[in-house]
């Protein structure tokens, strides 16, 4: 989950394809599902197997442990893609593959960085190089401070003569100022930096010098920065902001960074073939990539996890459903929703038949229900699950628009495909993910078994249920953006042909 100073910084996608998924509504479409005895039964069926046999912690514990960090494109992202295939492939799934789409640059520090601050006073400062950032030249950078109070293209334009030649650092101030007009912009703000000759940008978002916000700069494309870019400590940053109220600051930092340019990312999926042969299906996904600086035990360890004990349920328990259940891993997230995105692309002509989207990106504490992102009928098609998500206390739906674009759902979301996301408590999250912390020994094996249930019995009802809910038409579905104030964001991603 990218939440918002995370997308800030984080895409060259065609809106064309993007459409062709709008308005084809299921002959069957409805705002409420059947349960028959059987399909009661076998949710009663999925969610025990989950709850008492769930394999998401160990496959959880595989990933942080075994695999570690899965920076997209990495050797442990490559090594996590051939063991989730595998997986896949012992438990018996159909259809088994993976599809590649190209990342403009993989990224990984080669070496620790070093910082200090030079005048007027010496001190080490805690930075690292920002996700997606070249590395410094030779010797380091070394500049004065310029700290930019608010990010957007006309305040970058009327500050140029400041910027010229300083390091320039913002904070969570600088990106909230102009939030309201979408990500797109705040790029084309950033971007203009190194045109007005600012020798690097430092960020300071992170929650403690040693809890830096890994968000990485990649322009929603996977791209590289344009300038050297540190992540530095929230001390730290606070510190400098205080020092330049009472004069000039001047620093100096060095790392180096691995960098291979157009490299093939591969997202994984298998299928659970449905017994009615019309090409119905459901997805069941998540982000298999992290980011490095933790193992990305909960981001995204959990919902890689919770993908594969879903599949690995639906097969112990002998399920067969009436659409197909698709699961699928996908990379390039934390970069920008490109593996998605890619996927969304590719199958834009079979959008139609998709039956629901369920994604799970927010941790592994315990479920609360569904981000159903403004939709009524979801919330209602929902109620029919009430008496089982109620038992694992994830009864709940929530509409909030903040997290609209935060994750993998947003693809599809954005054809007009039902699409949910699970809603969980995010107290511990927030505080770990994108950062070292986010390690196994934070993860609790009941909690992540409740989600891992709710995710299963919800995508198995939907896959079986005879009705499917419509799709949305364009008009639909801008108000149903507007409704949860994520209109503009959306606008300004289409301007940006982020969608
Ligand atoms: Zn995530």
Known sequence: ?????????????????????????????????????????????????????????????????????????????????????????????????????????????????TARIIAPHEQRLHLESEGWSPSTPAGGVRGEVYYLDELSADAVKARADKIKDKIVLMDGPSVMAHIDEGFGKLFDALNLLAGDGAKALVLGFGTTNDAPNFIGYTNFTGSLANIPTGNLGQEDTLLLKRMLERGPVEIEFSFTNRIRRNVQVQNVIADVPGRESNGEYVIVAGHLDSWH??????????????????????????????????????????????????????????????????????????????????RKDEANALGVLKPYLEEVGAAGTSNDGEYTFSTDEAPFLVQGVPSF?????????????????????????????????????????????????????????????KDIKALTQYKDMQDHKLF
């Open 421 to 481: 996301v699970l809603w969980t408590e995010t107290e511990k999250y927030e505080t770990l993910h994108h950062k070292p912390s986010d390690t196994f020994d934070k993860v609790n094996q009941r909690d992540l078994n409740l989600g891992a249930a709710v995710v299963g019995m919800t995508a198995f009802a939907f896959a079986d249920a005879p009705e499917s809910l419509k799709h949305l038409s364009t008009a639909e579905l801008e108000n149903q953006l």
């Open 1 to 113: 989950m990218r939440t918002l100073p995370a997308l800030l910084l984080s895409a060259t996608l065609s809106l064309g394809s993007f459409s062709a998924g709008l308005a084809q509504n299921p002959p069957s479409s409805t705002t409420a599902l059947t349960l028959d005895a059987k399909l009661k039964s076998d949710l009663v069926r999925l969610g025990g197997h989950m709850m008492i046999e769930g394999q998401a912690y160990e496959y959880d514990r595989h990933l942080a442990d075994d695999i570690g960090p899965r920076l997209t494109g990495s050797a442990n992202y490559v090594k996590a893609v051939a063991w989730a295939e595998g997986e896949f492939k012992r438990l018996g799934l159909a259809n088994v593959h993976r599809e590649s789409w190209e990342i403009p640059a993989t990224w990984e520090p080669e070496t620790l960085a």
């Open 293 to 374: 600086p933790g193992t990305g035990a909960q981001d995204n360890g959990t919902g890689a996890a919770t993908v594969l004990a879903v599949a690995q349920a639906v097969k112990a328990s002998g399920l067969t459903p009436r659409r197909t259940m698709r699961f699928i891993l996908f990379g390039g997230e934390e970069e920008g929703l490109l593996g998605s995105i890619h996927y969304a692309r590719e199958h834009a002509a079979d959008a139609a038949k998709c039956a629901g989207v369920f994604v799970t990106d927010s941790g592994g504490e315990p479920p609360k229900g569904w981000l159903v992102f403004g």
